[in-house]
């Protein structure tokens, strides 16, 4: 009996300590991971605006002083703590010791501090240097503290810093980031094959020399949904970074070879509108194509029923969110009436040009082109390529109507811009931006940016549509792939593969 009772216990012991092994993390092994688009101009984070660039480099093989993790947090990047002063202009930041760039040239605070100064120049190339501009002064008083001293208080520091535009990049080398980018990340860069992908390896200088735990990562481009399903299915890669076709989600889900993980974004998905271009340039016009457009028929036909509908530029899972979507209730007669007010009571003609690669811009655009039909307003779709959108949309403002996400969190800000691609220009959101980016607590900063998404929805500056859900699909061996994109990021920094 006692023999017996002895095997039973080794027994139970074993089972227990293999299921143990089979949740912790085993190193080595290659990924291949897809995203539609490929970066359009290059790997620099800080000189293009493109998300497709953060999906690939962000926290793989650049890595900022702060890091976003998959919970939306700000944690320690190259920075190990920071301290902020009592009145929030004076922000001391630890580094790590010992942190090397691949190049071998060491991280320390005056890189750093060449980092922020180049962000904040006058010839800066980079996308926002808004986000940098707020620093007076900064200062190194040894090789691991750095001191800004803002002019002011802005509430969103610590969220640039943990952008892409915030990444650190090598005093030598850095006017080669776009095609050989060298960073500190756990992956450095080996190649990029224009068209297909961009090959990354483990960096075994890594800072965290228990990260990461895979040798190898492979950013594929494959912008078609269908052929995306196809190379995972076929073997060809091991992740889908979001699915953008939800259609073919429940298709995945019964297959036990795969995994769909279901989460949400920060992406904002709306028909961006060049608020310059006739007749868009009317306020009531604007108010008219919200009201004639169904944001839940527009999720329910186009996401399949995937995505929660906004009414301005902010998303639910984001502090300080307000609930507009009631201000511009689904009203047909309503938007014809404006229409009428605004000149056009026998409606009007435009066009909308949807970028390639992104099929739930194109379903999306269909469907809206459907409903303003019901009111008058007859669209002529064109698609575009990616590369013709980022030149002529995004650069040259050539539009009148498009459809596209915007993924960075906390971007509110750019309708601030009046020379944004929505050449949106108004005296009251920057007034209100301006008290939200300096309000000194939780309770005025919930009122002023309430403020700010107010004012836009009011304007109708875009028709806000819905927010992107987060569907990556995957073979089921790989584990810890984030459930929810708080950042722009495919990061495989503590991804491993199930032996």
């Not at 974004?265 to 919200?290: C, L, Y």
């Not at 691609?421 to 919930?446: C, G």
């Not at 061996?477 to 991804?495: F, G, Q, S």
Request: include cysteine; proline fraction near 6%.
């Amino acid at each position: 009996m006692k023999k017996t009772l002895f095997v039973l216990l080794a027994l139970m012991f074993i089972a227990a300590s293999q299921e143990v092994l089979a949740d912790t993390p085993q190193p080595g092994g290659r990924l291949v991971v897809c995203q539609a688009a490929e970066p359009p101009t290059g790997l620099d984070p800080t000189a293009g605006t493109a998300a497709a660039i953060d999906r690939v480099v962000y926290s793989n093989i650049y890595e900022g002083l702060v890091k976003v993790n998959d919970m939306g947090q700000f944690i320690p990047g190259l920075a190990e703590k920071w301290d902020v002063s009592p009145g929030g202009k004076i922000y001391t930041f630890h580094l790590r010791q010992g942190v090397k760039f691949h190049n071998g040239e060491p991280f320390n605070a005056r890189v750093a501090r060449w980092n922020l100064e180049r962000a904040m120049a006058a010839d800066t190339k980079n996308i926002h240097p808004e986000y940098f501009r707020v620093i007076g002064k900064i200062e190194t008083p040894d090789d691991h503290t750095l001191i800004t001293y803002l002019k002011e208080v802005d509430a969103l520091f610590i969220a640039h810093l943990a952008e892409g535009d915030g990444v650190m990049l090598p005093m030598k080398g850095y006017e080669k980031a776009n095609s050989q980018p060298v960073g500190t990340g756990p992956f450095k860069f080996v190649k990029w094959v224009r068209g297909d992908r961009v090959e990354m390896e483990r960096f075994s200088g890594y800072w965290n020399p228990g990260l990461p735990y895979l040798d190898k990562v492979t950013i594929k481009f494959i912008g078609d949904p269908s052929a995306q399903i196809a190379a995972l299915k076929a073997g060809d890669i091991d992740v889908i970074g979001n699915i953008l076709a939800p259609e073919l989600v429940k298709d995945l889900e019964k297959d036990n070879r795969f995994k769909v993980i279901s989460g949400s974004t920060t992406g904002e998905v709306i028909m961006s509108t060049n608020n310059k271009a006739a007749p868009f340039d009317n306020k009531k016009v604007r108010q008219a194509v919200a009201y004639a457009i169904d944001r839940q028929a527009v999720i329910d036909l186009a996401m399949f029923g995937y995505g929660a509908p906004i009414g301005s530029h902010w998303p639910p899972t984001t502090p300080y969110y307000k609930d507009l979507t009631r201000r511009f209730g689904y009203n047909p007669e309503k938007a014809k009436a404006l229409l009428a007010e605004a000149g056009y009571p026998n409606g009007f003609e435009a066009t909308i040009k949807l970028p390639a690669p992104y099929a739930y811009s194109k379903r999306a655009g269909e469907v809206i082109a459907d409903m303003l039909t019901q009111v008058g307003i007859k669209l002529k779709i064109e698609i575009v390529d990616w590369g013709v959108w980022i030149d002529r949309i995004f650069k040259n403002k050539e539009y009148q109507l498009t459809m596209i996400g915007h993924v960075e969190p906390w971007d509110i800000g750019i309708y601030a811009n009046p020379n944004y691609y929505f050449q949106y220009d108004s005296q009251e959101f920057r007034d209100a931006l301006d008290k939200a980016l300096k309000a000194p607590n939780e309770a005025e900063k919930a009122k002023w940016f309430g403020r700010c998404q107010e004012i836009i929805a009011e304007d109708a500056v875009n028709g806000f549509l819905f927010v992107f859900p987060s569907m990556p699909a995957m073979k089921a061996k790989v584990m810890d792939w984030w459930r929810n994109y708080p950042a722009i990021a495919l990061d495989c920094t503590k991804v491993w593969l199930k032996k």
